[in-house]
């Protein structure tokens, strides 16, 4: 089972660009699919973005299509959500996330989290 580890959040204006990473231990990387999650205060946590066990299928949520992208690196074990465009409505702590799946985007199906990092956008 691998471990998750995110790093890359912080504060940023509405406008501007963030990138996400998420470092996996064990040598199994390639064999997960993976996804980035956010969850808002007071709200439920909601799928952002998947990707593939090869890389090369992708998923985004609506509200952040063509603003968003995702990718994996499996020599590297890392995965990299990078965020460009930002708004206030994406202020979140952002959750990494591993499923034995090849890809989806549904949440029950991911068993391995990272600890989260905050993202916040001021307007």
């Known amino acids: 089972q691998v471990q998750l580890v995110e790093s890359g959040g912080g504060l940023v204006q509405a406008g501007g660009s963030l990138r996400l990473s998420c470092a996996a231990s064990?040598?199994?990387?390639?064999?997960?699919?993976m996804g980035w999650f956010r969850q808002a205060p007071g709200k439920e946590r909601e799928f952002v973005s998947a990707?593939?066990?090869?890389?090369?299928?992708?998923y985004y949520a609506d509200s952040v299509k063509g603003r968003f992208s995702i990718s994996r690196d499996n020599a590297k074990s890392t995965v990299v959500l990078q965020m460009n465009s930002l708004k206030p409505d994406d202020t979140a702590v952002y959750y990494c996330?591993?499923?034995?799946?090849?890809?989806?985007?549904?949440?029950?199906?991911?068993?391995?989290w990272g600890q989260g990092t905050q993202v916040t956008v001021s307007s």
């Open positions: 996330a591993a499923t034995r799946r090849v890809v989806t985007i549904q949440l029950r199906d991911y068993d391995t």
């Open positions: 064990g040598r199994t990387f390639g064999n997960y699919g």
């Open positions: 990707v593939s066990r090869s890389g090369a299928s992708k």
